[in-house]
């Protein structure tokens, strides 16, 4: 008997996703691209907890969309019509994003707007009381320690104008 190699077929590899890179400088990545009919493209970052991910989807038909996909595949945005979309990250580590078409003509341009920041800073004021109550502002001025009360003038709304208000931090 002869033996025979038998031809096989390569399997095609999956594409490797995209690495997106956000710098503190330039925290928008914008990614275009050419999608064909069924094709998913896959991008990837690296994200922290806490961040915030804002991503916009530019395409002329309306048969694109995308998902977006935390570590150990936890759905942050699940496939929908929506091409815009922003949320805060919950985990560490890699994120992604896929561009999927499933219908409609064979090849698309499409424009992927991607925008990491870090949350906003917690302000190191805090309101401790509303003196007048609702939308107004109730001005507050001329503050001054005294005797470890915080004295000033304050407008309550009540008709009576400007008073004098003292706070006890006790």
């Known amino acids: 008997g002869v033996v025979t190699p038998v031809p096989t077929t390569p399997s095609p590899t999956p594409n490797q996703p995209i690495r997106l890179n956000f710098s503190a400088q330039n925290p928008t990545v914008t990614q275009p691209g050419n999608i064909g009919t069924p094709q998913t493209i896959r991008y990837v970052f690296t994200g922290a907890a806490g961040q915030i991910l804002t991503v916009k989807l530019t395409v ?5 969309g995308f998902a977006v996909f935390g570590p150990n595949n936890q759905t942050l ?12 990250l919950t985990a560490n ?7 999927i078409s499933s219908l409609g003509a064979a090849s698309k341009a499409y424009t992927l707007e991607v925008t990491l920041t870090a949350p906003a800073a917690a302000s190191p004021f805090e309101r401790i009381a509303d003196i007048n109550k609702g939308a ?10 005294f ?5 000033f003038q304050a407008d309550a709304g009540d008709g009576a104008g400007p008073e004098l208000w003292k706070y006890d931090a006790g």
């Open 136 to 145: 107004g502002d109730s001005k507050p001025s001329y503050m001054s320690v």
């Open 77 to 88: 945005k699940a496939l929908d019509n929506n091409l815009s979309w922003s949320g805060t």
């Open 93 to 99: 580590g890699d994120h992604f994003i896929d561009v």
């Open 147 to 151: 005797n470890n009360n915080l004295y």
């Open 60 to 64: 002329a038909t309306n048969d694109v």
